[in-house]
């Protein structure tokens, strides 16, 4: 067995993407092959069009979808290996909480699912660092958008896993909400060191965020840029008014946009090429 894939107790892991591709059985084609590499205990930030591949990514990596063709790897083991052990967790836009169940007993039913001991500690403490001290006892339905993706945060983080992998986690919320999740939860992963994958459709999010950003393009997705993020941690609301965040935020928006204009132009060549089909040769 690899040092890095030592299961439980285990450091954060390396996550590898080789030649990997999604065609669904439509035909969409949802991935080009992909090569990547997110380094242990770094939080990297997928961002692109609408419909490009981001989530298909991050899925393949969670091991929800099979690529098409290519491999995933966490740790040099596979993504259901991994999530078997309960080292992966997943948190999506839509916090998915057991409406009937309180948020303490949401938060638990991670523990459970993972086949680890329900801690009531744990789970009264991470209720507290999300900002939920009062509402434990609380069903979904009482509390707020905020408030219910707080607790599905806590649900994935209540594990320890070694991965977490975040699908527009705050894209539900209003903006001021959003601001206070972006700056008050992120340091409950940093601080245990865990490799991180977030997907974003918010620019400044993914440079408040993460230690580099990939860039991906139009459907099916290739990686465009891989930009590096060298902004101190922790990064508060005002951080956006420097010029270096103003500087990063200005270099993904030019990789998207030049992403969008090759794409677009590629797409006019083809529909102006000539039908090999249906041309003629004279005799």
């Known amino acids: 067995m690899a040092a890095d894939d030592a299961g439980p107790g285990a ?10 591709a999604k065609t669904y059985p439509d035909g969409t084609e949802a991935l080009s092959p992909l090569d990547a590499v997110f380094e242990a205990g770094r939080t990297t930030a997928l961002v692109g069009p609408s419909g490009c591949g981001k989530s298909t990514l991050l899925r393949m990596i969670a091991g ?3 690529p098409s063709g290519g491999t995933v790897t966490i740790g040099g083991a596979a993504p259901a290996t991994v999530a078997a ?10 916090p998915s909480l057991l409406p009937w169940r309180t948020v303490r007993k949401n938060i638990a039913l991670a523990l459970s699912l993972a086949r680890a001991p329900i801690d009531k500690a744990k789970v009264d403490q991470l209720v507290d660092l999300v900002g939920l001290a009062g509402f434990g006892d609380a069903r979904p339905a009482a509390l707020s958008g905020g408030m219910r993706q707080r607790a599905a945060i806590a649900r994935a983080l209540v594990t320890r896993p070694r991965l977490l992998l975040l699908d527009e986690p705050f894209g539900a919320v209003d903006e001021l909400t959003r ?3 972006v700056e008050e939860l992120p340091p409950l992963w940093r601080e245990r060191g865990t490799t991180t994958l977030l997907v974003t459709h918010s620019i400044s999010e993914a440079v408040r965020l993460a230690d580099r950003i990939l860039v991906l393009s ?12 060298d902004l101190s941690q922790p990064r508060p609301h005002d951080v956006a008014r420097s010029d270096a965040f103003r500087a990063l935020v200005d270099d993904v928006t030019a990789a998207l946009e030049r992403s ?3 794409t677009a132009s590629g797409r006019a060549n083809r529909d102006d090429a000539p039908d090999a089909a249906s041309s003629s040769t004279p005799v």
């Open 11 to 20: 450091g954060p892991p390396r996550v590898e993407v080789v030649a990997a």
């Open 64 to 66: 929800l979808e099979q």
């Open 85 to 94: 052990r309960g080292e992966l967790s997943i948190a999506l836009q839509d």
């Open 179 to 181: 601001q206070d999740l």
């Open 218 to 229: 139009p459907r099916p997705a290739r990686i465009v840029a891989d930009i590096a993020v």
């Open 260 to 262: 969008r204009q090759t």
